[in-house]
């Protein structure tokens, strides 16, 4: 569940995400191949497909290409302040593709080359979508402190 809350608008959301999650996971339960991997980590993976899934039918993901991407500064200490519930509902509110790399880079730990394997979009376009995730929660985190 805590995977589908990263990608989800909300509680019902990730609960269908997790549900659809299950059933696909019940359906090819033969498949797993545990030389390959683990259990953890195959279930994992099928969440986060499912999630991304969700978000690719709530919106198209733009094919903005960018050669070089200026990383915003982050001040830490306004974010060190902020609670991680808080940052949350911040990331959600991120438009849905820009929200989907942000989780998939900065949570998750996918490099770019991954992201957009899984998205269907380039390298830049992913890296993008990041630097435009870390501007948007940098300028809502530094306004919702007074």
Not at 57 to 62: E, G
Not at 68 to 77: F, H, L, Y
Not at 109 to 125: D, V
Request: charged share 25%.
């Amino acid at each position: 569940m805590a995977i589908a809350m990263r990608y989800a608008n909300d509680e019902h959301e990730a609960g269908d995400i997790l549900c659809h999650a299950f059933v696909k996971m019940f359906r090819s339960l033969h498949t797993f191949d545990d030389t390959k991997g683990n259990f953890h980590g195959w279930l994992k993976k099928i969440v986060i497909n499912e999630a991304l899934d969700v978000i690719k039918q709530r919106s198209r993901f733009s094919s903005l290409e960018l050669e070089a991407v200026e990383e915003p500064a982050v001040n830490n200490s306004v974010i060190e302040k902020t609670d991680a519930a808080a940052i949350l509902q911040l990331v959600r509110k991120l438009p849905p593709a820009t929200h989907a790399v942000f989780v998939l880079y900065a949570i998750d730990g996918y490099t770019h080359r991954e992201i957009a394997t899984q998205l269907n979009i380039s390298e830049g376009t992913s890296k993008w979508h990041l630097s435009e995730a870390r501007k948007i929660l940098q300028q809502k985190v530094t306004a919702n402190k007074p």
